[in-house]
């Protein structure tokens, strides 16, 4: 199911409603979180192309789906509390400020009377053409356990094609947030529209993405803001800034959010993250040739602002990619015969950094027991993932360009392009020329309780 008795969107207005196609459907979705749509379970899972923007039939931006998942208990049409999807994006979108769930303490502003904004990608009339973005304020009417009933009669409301697109209410501090999924419509184009309550759906997002979407409260409701729990859309309804050319700069954003309690960084963080290389271990291999192994991480900021980046050194190389999300880990790294010294490094949100204590893997050499070199490399060797530099994927947002090859291994983000990476090591032990690519790939994470 644009938006019945509503406007046309200004560029780069409500940035944070896309459009969400594939499987022959066209649906509306929310950007609750840098790299997760929201959208509706009856819209249908699959394949999904996101698309930024005002017009769908020329989007100025668009961004693949990695990962896109139905609700398994959804039971139909009749069936809206249940109405629930996401998409997992292949790269962060984080030029633009998200729109997050509506949580914790924050539902008590849902309710009858309280006027929200509704946008969507519809048709604004029987009979109309679907794929330009409109967008309405209009009233809440009833809330429900499950659902929400938003709009309507002689106030703007959803239409075919509007579907799966978000019900916003705006906070104090002036910040936008999503409680509605637009689920069904009673009666024709802009009649009562029912939107799932989109706080339900956050634990099943959570725990199937692998990703926390509320970075303001643990998955209880427990206000536990992080470091992202700042920085979401103000920006006036339907009031548009900036081109989509360059991702709409100088969209508004709020600072760091106090809806339930005190904001993240009340507190002066003086203390740097501890970090640790949990996998693999320090060992010797004189048999293998090589060795492909996962490297996972742990990092925590404890009482600080949280951990913003965790990366790597080999060899005292710094290494190009980057995990940003909890549990952190490079996965299927291949090193070829040599000595190699790992460290972890660790970065928390106030610019302290902290470096892990070295982890020493020899593999089909033995350390020489008469100069204590552990770190010298066989020559002729090149490590490698076992992957091409154009073609390798990884999590973090940033384009990195390939050490081997010299050229970008990646496109810009939301570009719809594919991560990659290539990334130089120079051993010591008097090796020189090694060059070793990492792929970050897209291991299952689970988030903080």
């Keep these: 199911m644009g938006i019945h008795g509503g406007s046309p969107n200004d560029t780069c207005a409500w940035p944070t409603a896309v459009a969400v196609s594939g499987g022959n459907s066209l649906c509306t979705g929310t950007l609750i979180h840098p790299r997760v749509v929201m959208f509706a379970a009856h819209c249908g899972g699959g394949s999904k192309t996101i698309l930024f923007g005002e017009d769908i039939g020329s989007p100025p931006k668009t961004a693949k789906a990695e990962l896109c998942m139905t609700n398994p208990d959804y039971a139909g049409v009749n069936d809206q ?7 997992r994006l292949g790269q962060a979108i984080t030029e633009l400020p998200v729109t997050p769930v ?6 008590e502003i849902v309710y009858p009377g309280q006027t929200a904004a509704v946008t969507g990608f519809g048709i604004t009339e029987e009979g109309g053409n679907a794929g330009v973005k409109h967008w309405g304020l209009t009233p809440i009417h009833t809330v429900y356990n499950g659902s929400v009933d938003v709009g309507g009669g002689n106030d703007p409301g959803i239409c075919p094609g509007d579907s799966g697109g978000p019900a916003f209410v705006k906070y104090p501090d002036g910040s936008w947030h999503a409680f509605g999924i637009a689920s069904t419509l009673t009666g024709q184009c802009g009649g009562s529209g029912t939107h799932s309550l989109a706080w339900n759906a956050v634990p099943w997002i959570e725990e199937e ?49 106090t809806t339930c309690g005190a904001a993240f960084d009340a507190k002066p963080d003086d203390t740097p993250p501890t970090v640790a290389i949990t996998v693999p271990m320090s060992a010797d291999y004189p048999d293998e040739s090589s060795l492909t192994t996962p490297i996972e991480i742990t990092a925590d900021d404890g009482d600080g602002w949280g951990v913003v980046a965790v990366s790597l050194k080999i ?3 710094v290494q190009p990619l980057v995990d940003d999300t909890a549990p952190y880990a490079f996965a299927n790294v291949k090193f070829p015969k040599g000595s190699y010294e790992l460290v972890a490094v660790a970065e928390d949100a106030a610019g ?45 947002p940033t384009a990195v360009t390939s050490m081997m090859t010299g050229e970008t291994a990646d496109t810009a983000p939301g570009d719809g392009g594919d991560d990659g990476c290539g990334c130089r090591s120079e051993p010591r032990g008097g090796a020189t020329g090694v060059a070793l690519l990492l792929a970050l790939a897209g291991l299952c994470r689970r988030r903080r309780a």
């Design 81 to 87: 509390e249940h109405d629930w999807a996401f998409c």
């Design 102 to 107: 509506v949580y914790g303490c924050e539902t």
């Design 315 to 317: 060899n005292g190389a």
């Design 352 to 396: 302290l950094i902290s470096e892990s204590e070295p982890v020493t893997l020899h593999i089909g050499v033995v350390p020489s027991a008469t100069t204590g070199d552990e770190t010298g490399v066989a020559t002729g060797d090149t490590p490698t993932s076992g992957v091409d530099a154009d073609t390798a994927t990884a999590s973090g």
């Design 209 to 257: 993405s692998g990703i926390d979407v509320t970075p303001c409260h643990d998955v209880d409701g427990t206000w536990n803001p992080t470091y992202q729990c700042a920085g979401f859309y103000t920006g006036e309804p339907g009031v548009g800034v900036g081109e989509w050319l360059e991702w709409c700069p100088g969209t508004p954003k709020g600072g760091s959010s």
